[in-house]
Structure formats: C-alpha cells, structure tokens
C-alpha cells in the first residue's frame, strides 16, 4: 500500500510558475512508475506527464510538452512536477499516481486505468 500526498498549488498568473510535490509513504515506492494526471470541472482527467521508477524515462502529453517537467527523488519518496509557462488553459485539480508492478524499469503510463494509488489532489488556477 502506498499513500500519496500532494502540495504546491495555488494561484498564478498566466506565464509564472508553479512546483507540485508528491509525498509518497512506502519504502518500495523506489520501484514504483509514477505520474501526473489532472481534472478541470465537467471535463475528464487527463494525462499530464509520466516517470519510469529509475527516473531515466518520462513522458509528457503535447499540451505540456516543453513547459512541464516531471522528476522524482526516490531517497526522499517524493514526485515533484515542475510547471512553467503556466496558462489558463492549465487550470485543473492536480493529481499524483502510482503503479507498483511496472512491467520494466522503463515502463511509463499514460492511462489512469494504468494506476492503483492516487493522491488526494491540489489546486492549480491560472488567472489570465
């Protein structure tokens, strides 16, 4: 079992900055593949960014490809999205996820079928 707590939201303007941490409980959360996911109201959740539980691989979905970036510090159990150019459009309930059995060490996620452990959640808003 694996608990995941998320922090770091807020209120930005459009083009600043903000950082996400994940803090997960567990001591195998090393071996875990990780990602983002968010919600924004009346629509679905939709992938943001995934990380191989290495660290060495991630994946991005194209509506944050170059502005994001997801890292993980696997001594300290913590996940961490880096979101700069932030843009209303970006608006949404942040949530952190986490799949024990990766296939490979490679292995990245994109679907939230694809999860077993979810966080509870942070703001993200982006005033224009």
């Known amino acids: 079992q694996a608990q995941l707590v998320e922090s770091g939201g807020g209120l930005v303007q459009a083009g600043g900055s903000l950082r996400l941490c994940c803090a997960a409980?567990?001591?195998?959360?090393?071996?875990?593949?990780s990602g983002w996911f968010r919600q924004a109201p009346g629509k679905e959740r939709e992938f943001v960014a995934a990380i191989s539980w290495s660290g060495r691989n991630t994946n991005y979905a194209d509506s944050v490809k170059g502005r994001f970036t997801v890292s993980r510090e696997n001594a300290n159990n913590t996940l961490y999205l880096q979101m700069n150019g932030l843009k209303p459009e970006d608006t949404a309930v942040y949530y952190c996820?986490?799949?024990?059995?990766?296939?490979?060490?490679?292995?990245?996620?994109?679907?939230?079928?694809?999860?077993?452990?979810w966080g509870q959640g942070t703001q993200v808003t982006v005033s224009s």
């Open positions: 409980s567990g001591r195998t959360f090393s071996r875990y593949a």
């Open positions: 996820a986490a799949n024990p059995s990766p296939r490979y060490g490679y292995s990245l996620y994109s679907s939230p079928s694809d999860y077993n452990y």
